[in-house]
């Protein structure tokens, strides 16, 4: 049974940092995407950002370009978002995501479909 498992979220105040980690098991995603979506309240879930199977292509949504940094290491199955100058539009409950396709490249792992989601992890970000 495949199981991606957030970590990493918490409470934190504006300017200030945090490490999201997803642990993927069941399977390797060998040559797979792998990409971060948030979802704040009351609002659709949105793509922030992903990172191709070498690490070699990553791709951000506007708002996060310079502040956060996607990583992955395919030894141990993880993948990381580093979320540095966090403002309070950052909070939301961030997923990790895998998607249906091996062939989706990091520009358009938002816009194709998904074929495993996390449980989600709460980050919230205090003024």
């Known amino acids: 049974q495949v199981q991606l498992v957030e970590s990493g979220g918490g409470l934190v105040q504006a300017g200030g940092s945090l490490r999201l980690s997803c642990a993927a098991s069941g399977r390797t995603f060998t040559f797979y995407t792998m990409g971060w979506f948030r979802q704040a309240p009351g609002a659709e879930r949105e793509f922030v950002a992903a990172?191709?199977?070498?690490?070699?292509?990553?791709y951000y949504v506007d708002s996060v370009k310079g502040r956060f940094t996607i990583s992955r290491d395919n030894a141990k199955n993880t993948v990381y978002l580093q979320m540095n100058s966090l403002k309070p539009e950052d909070t939301a409950v961030y997923y990790c995501?895998?998607?249906?396709?091996?062939?989706?490249?990091?520009?358009?792992?938002?816009?194709?479909?998904?074929?495993?989601w996390g449980q989600g992890t709460q980050v919230t970000v205090s003024s």
């Open positions: 995501a895998v998607p249906e396709a091996r062939a989706t490249t990091a520009r358009s792992m938002g816009v194709n479909p998904v074929a495993y």
């Open positions: 990172i191709s199977w070498s690490g070699g292509s990553t």
